[in-house]
């Protein structure tokens, strides 16, 4: 039997969390979104609300793919892998 479940929320961040997303702190007193659910395993996440949004246009650029390949803290905050990748050449051709 297969099953899942997902919810998601705002919260206020009480104390500091480490976006999924970016690997960058959230501080207390910040919004950010919190994923909680079962599929297959359970799992729960906390991103920032514009990692949330980068997450969703990169959904859009790749349909499908959601969970496949998504590694944590590999994009910067609030960028779709694609522009981290283009924003990371920009500044090692910026930086001579
Ligand atoms: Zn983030």
């Given at each position: 039997?297969?099953?899942s479940f997902g919810?998601?929320?705002?919260?206020?961040a009480r104390k500091q969390h480490r976006c999924e997303w970016c690997g960058e702190t959230i501080e207390p007193g910040e919004r950010y979104a919190y994923f909680a659910g079962y599929n297959d395993d359970f799992y729960a996440y906390k991103m920032h609300l514009e990692c949330r949004d980068a997450e969703r246009r990169e959904w859009r650029e790749y349909p499908g793919c959601e969970y496949e390949g998504f590694e944590s803290y590999v994009r910067k905050r609030g960028m779709t892998y694609n522009q981290t990748d283009r924003a990371r050449k920009a500044e090692r051709e910026g930086s001579n």
């Open positions: 039997m297969s099953s919810v998601e929320k705002e919260h206020a």
